[in-house]
Each structure stands twice: as C-alpha cells, then as structure tokens.
C-alpha cells in the first residue's frame, strides 16, 4: 500500500478499526492533528480512548487502516525512535522494581538521548518529583506514578504527545504546573496533545478542540470556535450528554 503523505500533519489516524475477540473496540475511526494544537478526547467509559491512544502511540497494531506521523507509515522502518509520538503509559505498566531516575534513564536510552535532558529533570523538580527520583516506583503513589508518566511522555521533546487521564491524582500545584507548561509547549514550540480526559474543567480551561468518542467512533469533532462557544455554565456537560448514546440507540460516526 502506498502511503499518502500529508503535510503538516504531525500525526493521521486514518480509519483505524479493532476488535478483542467479538467485541468491537473502535470502527473506522480518523482524526488528524495539527501543530500547535491541544485537543481533548472525551467519551464514555469503555468507549475506547484507550485503544485510541495506544494505537496511535504505535503500541497497539489495528486490525485495519493506517497512523501515519508526519506523512511516514508509523510502522515503516525509517521511522525513527525520536520522530514517534511521546505516550504517557498507564501508572501500572510502571516497572515498579525500577527507581523513577532508572526509569527515566532507560526510555531515554530507547529514544537515543545522551541521558536524561535537562528539561525533564527540571520539570520533575516542578512537580515536586525530584525527591522520589531514587526510591523505587512500587513506593509511588497514583499521583507520583502520574508524574513519572507525563515525564516519559514528554522525553526527547516529541512532535506529537498522547496523554490518558494524567491529570487524575495529582494534587493542584502539581496539575497547574502541568496544564501551564503543556500550554507553553503547544503555543511557543507548536507541540499538538492529544488528551484523553473525562474532566470538562481540563477542557474548558486547557484544550482548544474537543473528539468525541462512543461504542468505537468518532461521533463529532469540534473546531476552535466551535469548542470556544461551550464554555457557558454547563454547555459543555449539555452538549456531550445529547450526542452520547445510550443503551442501543446507534449514532453514526459524524466527518469531520
């Protein structure tokens, strides 16, 4: 298959489907971001923001269609290490034998960095992370685990950054030291995020366009403008609730 290369798409997902044995994980799902862009990707549980996130990070091969980053295959070979997009793992696939500095050491052995870079050290001391960098991760609580997560994910300054609920047991300083400076990498370095999230509060504060996802598919998309004009008291819960299915009632996946 030939790939199409898009310009200026740091990242295309181009009608991904998946199934765990008979159950449907996503149909057809495409969504392209572009630099400079913080888009959150809201649904209900189960609803496959996960898988979303994991196929898209390359650690999950779908059962059809493409991701492309940067025009290339994200399977192809030339991909290289640094140019794959920056995926913040679940707090449990931690290896909790490790140390957090252990840890940070080897993935950025894997991304081909001299060591640990200097940006990564002084956003762990932001987060107050810095202590716990020699104590073994098992040690951790949630919040910390979080912390170490949104580390890896941001080693080696990706184009492209996938983020599952990161913002779930940090603690307020260390979530607006967090939301402060992914805002500062998407509008000084055109970083794009892609954040799976269920709190509206990060969306309305943080994300500048908004995926929705139900039963494996991209039910709507909304622009810039459109995001901006929902963030009344309470548009937002209103808008999602009425385009999110419920029970059996089948809603077509909508284009973008």
């Known amino acids: 298959m030939q790939e199409r290369v898009t310009l200026n798409k740091p990242l295309r997902i181009?009608?991904?489907s998946i199934c765990f044995g008979?159950?449907?994980a996503l149909a057809g799902c495409s969504l392209e971001l572009v630099p400079g862009s913080y888009t959150a990707l809201v649904g209900p549980n189960g609803s496959g923001k996960t898988t979303l996130l994991r196929v898209a990070a390359g650690h999950q091969r779908p059962d059809s269609g493409a991701v492309f980053v940067n025009g290339r295959s994200l399977y192809a070979r030339e991909v290289a290490a640094r140019s794959v997009p920056g995926f913040a793992p679940g707090t449990d696939a931690l290896p909790g034998m490790l140390t957090g500095r252990q840890s940070l050491a080897i993935f950025a052995e894997a991304r081909g960095l001299g060591?640990?870079?200097?940006e990564s050290l002084e956003l762990a001391a932001q987060l107050g992370l810095s202590p716990?960098?020699?104590r073994l991760i098992r040690s951790y609580s949630l919040g910390t685990r979080q912390k170490v997560s949104v580390l890896l994910a941001l080693m080696?300054?990706?184009?492209?950054?996938?983020?599952?609920?990161?913002?779930?047991?940090?603690?307020?300083a260390s979530a607006l030291v967090?939301?402060?400076h992914l805002r500062r990498l998407v509008t000084e370095r055109g970083l794009s995020v892609l954040l799976a999230t269920h709190s509206l509060d990060v969306v309305a504060t943080s994300c500048d366009r908004m995926v929705l996802l139900a039963e494996g598919r991209i039910v709507r998309n909304w622009s810039a403008d459109e995001l901006a004009g929902m963030r009344g008291p309470g548009q937002l819960e209103i808008s999602l609730a009425a385009m999110t299915p419920h029970g059996d009632r089948d809603v077509p996946a909508q284009p973008f």
């Open 14 to 16: 181009d009608a991904v």
């Open 22 to 24: 008979s159950a449907r």
């Open 115 to 118: 060591g640990i870079d200097k």
């Open 132 to 134: 716990w960098l020699d």
């Open 156 to 172: 080696g300054a990706p184009q492209v950054v996938l983020l599952d609920e990161v913002f779930n047991g940090l603690d307020p």
């Open 178 to 180: 967090l939301k402060k």
